[in-house]
């Protein structure tokens, strides 16, 4: 999983409560990615990021919300209007993150997140 | 849009045969390709990528993947396969070159799981 650290490992949420996910890489990587991994659909991407205090959307950024304070983070919040947050959460890392980079992504372990 | 497609959910093969994970693709313009492997409960690992030049490209653990232009292909092959093998293999594509917004970010497809049988 290279140097990337995701946690908790295992999250529980109740219905309508926040919670945040955690990421940090010392890859000294500028662009940081979150994914969200369900059954037989692939990765689906919520929301990227290229460098320090920029942050894009991804295909299913509803519900969701990040912060890129600083190069080694990038916390993800899922909120009470995720209507369905139950799946397995993966970030990842990248080098190169301009117009011509081609740097493979680092991922790491993910996080499931249960809703009781 | 981007988009890649893994027509096998799930792909059984003999420890010691030859493994093939099929992969197309749509993208415009020439792109970049991946692979990556998942074990249960665990981030991916990136296994190999076409960027450009051999069309044979050899990766991690023995893999290789075959870029076919005309078919817009990118299998996975391994000549004889292990147990270890076993997971979930993963296809990802990106526009190459200079692109802007979001085609410079991978699509992933919906994975195809691999059983390597004792």
């Keep these: 999983d290279g140097g990337i650290t995701q946690s908790p490992k295992y999250l529980f949420r109740k219905e309508g409560q926040n919670v945040t ?13 979150w994914y969200r991994q369900d059954p037989g659909q692939g990765l689906r991407l919520i929301y990227y990021s290229q460098i320090v205090n920029d942050f894009q959307k991804g295909d299913i950024a509803e519900g969701y919300s ?51 | ?4 497609a893994q027509p096998e959910d799930q792909v059984n093969v003999a420890e010691g045969n030859p ?6 693709y749509s993208v415009s313009g020439n792109p970049y390709l991946f692979w990556y492997v998942q074990y249960p409960n665990r981030g991916l690992q990136f296994l190999l990528k076409y960027i450009t030049g051999d069309n044979l490209v050899k990766g991690s653990y023995g893999f290789e993947a075959e870029f076919n232009k005309s078919q817009t292909s990118f299998h996975l092959k391994k000549p004889s396969a292990l147990v270890s093998d076993s ?32």
């Design chain 1, 21 to 33: 996910l955690s990421c940090e890489q010392n890859l000294n990587h500028d662009a940081m990615y």
């Design chain 1, 66 to 116: 990040v912060s890129r304070e600083k190069k080694e983070s990038f916390p993800l919040t899922v909120t009470s209007a995720q209507k369905n947050p139950t799946a397995f959460y993966l970030c990842a890392s990248s080098s190169r993150s301009g117009t011509s980079g081609i740097g493979e992504q680092f991922f790491g372990p993910g996080t499931r997140l249960t809703v009781l």
């Design chain 2, 1 to 4: 849009a981007q988009s890649v």
């Design chain 2, 19 to 24: 493994l093939t994970v099929k992969c197309t």
């Design chain 2, 87 to 118: 997971a979930l293999y993963f296809c990802a594509v990106r526009a190459g070159g200079i692109s802007s917004g979001s085609a410079r970010q991978l699509t992933f497809g919906s994975g195809t799981q691999l059983t390597v049988l004792p």
